[in-house]
């Protein structure tokens, strides 16, 4: 059995959800069609969603066609959820952008097509929404071909085939020469120029009339290529959820070898044995005992790991593309503690890692990050119903960020009695947007691995914080030179403490720079 994982993305209201139901149908996995405006989408199961008509969380279904099964991942299309987007783009093999052909391309919808080529994502364009008046199909094509590629091909039924060839072999040149020699390309070929993005199938049609629908499903079956995994064990963890009784959710992609229950999972300092694994579609699970290379998964029994973090083999992922901007005051209802709020609240930052929850202990106070209006009325209620916390919001403020001018090195001492640990770090600025990364270069004769392996892990463990706003630091190298451990008085907290004051004493002594967001802005 091939096994795809495919993500349909879109701007909000080109009609994603939609067409989830229509390829759902007309696999045979539904019987009736669900409605966006009905409420009764079967990918769009929570009430919030159902509610105002838009997809908050990303859901999966299984689609089986003939000797392939394609795991379909709905993700959202508003603006404010797009990290959740985001996410699940770094478990997919291919993408279906569903566009609105009354609409054309949209502002989110460029931001989509910039995050699928960063991620190298091969992907499928729906054209939708056709039936309305006013579509014209060769005016948006031209459109698809000077807003996003010259790749974006219409691979409709009514398009001869001289034609489609002809159309697909221009998109490269030695497919050009393979088609001007033997007068023809194969449909290996083409699914090989699409894999390598060097190609975008376009299909025209109307999911909420299953217009076009079917010639989707067929080009998904021809000309996409199952991509080879490794026989070593590997897997990206892409979200954190839990279910209708409290279990702490992982879900995974398997991207080599087999996963199987009770195998046991490391990653970092933690080592956990996996209880079950469960194979969603919608809200319906099915447990199994292994899922081979190439399965969209969630296992339970894990409660260390975090979105975006690789296990086995799999390397960790690169730092989300799209941050929120805006910092809010999260203002707690009378007689509330704000401690045991905020252990409440650090279960929604696992789902969600972008709100970066902080605590001011001066203030005691609580502050999280967010997209904007519509992600802090969500928030509101989501708080409300699974804590019983009626919480309100303060004003927003912008998202600034600190880093440094030129290398510095920082050295943290930490000497009470019986204890003892040394840390030496070199702090030098990165490019922009390259945000932070950690390295040793300290010898172990000097410094155990061990030793080391902790401080590189408590630099990761928490936000840094500059000197001139206490902003979270940001595009900085920051490379273990040297340290010192006692045979009979280190312990491993001492390292913490040495490591944070080497930060702070490297931050103190550098000329720093308060980086503030900007905007690109394009009005049509």
């Known amino acids: 059995m091939k096994r795809l994982a495919v993500g349909i993305l879109a701007h909000v209201d080109a009609g ?36 105002r008509g838009i997809t908050i969380f990303s859901k999966q279904a299984v689609l089986p066609l003939n000797d392939l099964e394609i795991t379909l991942l709905d993700t959202p299309g508003h603006v404010d959820f797009s990290s959740e987007m985001e996410r699940t783009l770094q478990v997919l093999d291919y993408a279906i ?7 054309g391309v949209q502002s989110h919808t460029r931001t989509l097509w910039r995050l699928l080529s960063r991620y190298r994502i091969p992907a499928f364009l729906f054209i939708n929404k056709m039936d309305l008046s006013g579509t014209d199909r060769e005016a948006l094509l031209r459109e698809l071909k000077a807003s996003l590629s010259e790749g974006c091909v219409d691979f409709g039924a009514d398009q001869s085939r001289g034609a489609w060839m002809e159309n697909v072999a221009v998109c490269d040149e030695e497919a050009m020469s393979r088609y001007l020699e033997q007068g023809e390309l194969s449909d290996t070929e083409a699914a ?6 060097k190609v975008f199938p376009c299909y025209f049609g109307s999911a909420l009339r299953l217009s076009g629908v079917d010639e989707l499903v067929r080009g998904l079956t021809l000309y996409t290529k199952v991509p080879e995994c490794p026989q070593e064990f590997a897997a990206r963890v892409f979200k954190i959820t839990r279910d209708a009784q409290g279990n702490r959710l992982t879900h995974l992609k398997v991207t080599g070898g087999t996963l199987r229950v009770k195998m046991p999972l490391k990653s970092g300092d933690w080592e956990e044995k996996i209880d079950q694994i469960r194979i969603y579609s919608g809200t319906k699970f099915q447990p199994v005992d292994e899922a081979p290379a190439g399965t969209i998964c969630a296992v339970t029994g894990l ?9 086995g083999a799999e390397g960790v992922s690169e730092a989300p593309a799209l941050e929120p901007m805006l910092t809010y005051r999260v203002i707690l209802p009378p007689g509330c503690d704000p401690h045991s ?15 970066h929850l902080v605590w001011n202990a001066q203030l005691r106070e609580i502050s999280l990050q967010l997209m904007g209006e519509v992600q802090l009325e969500i928030l509101k ?22 880093t440094i001018a030129a290398a510095v090195e920082g050295v943290g001492h930490y000497e009470p009695l019986r204890h003892y640990a040394e840390v030496h770090l070199l702090l030098e600025p990165g490019e922009r947007g390259s945000g932070l990364h950690f390295s040793s270069a300290c010898p172990e004769d000097q410094l155990d691995r061990s030793w080391q392996r902790l401080v590189l892990s408590h630099l990761e463990e928490r936000v840094h914080r500059g000197v001139l706003t206490g902003a979270p630091i940001t595009d900085l190298n920051i490379t273990l030179v040297a340290g010192r451990a006692h045979v009979k008085h280190t312990e491993g907290g001492d390292f913490r403490q040495a490591t944070y004051r080497a930060v702070r004493q490297g931050l103190m002594s550098a000329e720093s720079i308060l980086l503030e967001p900007w905007y690109d802005v394009r009005l049509e």
Request: negative net charge.
């Open 16 to 51: 994603k959800t939609t067409l989830s139901e229509g390829l759902l149908y007309t696999c045979g996995r539904l019987r009736q069609l669900g409605r966006v405006d009905h409420k009764n989408a079967f990918l769009d199961t929570d009430a919030l969603e159902r509610e």
């Open 97 to 103: 952008l569903v566009i609105s052909g009354s609409d």
């Open 192 to 197: 090989a120029l699409v894999a390598h993005r």
């Open 303 to 311: 409660s260390q790991t975090r979105a975006g973090e690789g296990l």
């Open 341 to 355: 709020a905020m252990q409440k609240l650090s279960a929604l930052e696992e789902e969600d890692p972008q709100l």
């Open 381 to 402: 209620t989501l708080i409300d119903e699974r804590f019983g916390l009626q919480v309100e919001f303060g004003s927003g403020s912008i998202v600034y960020k600190e």
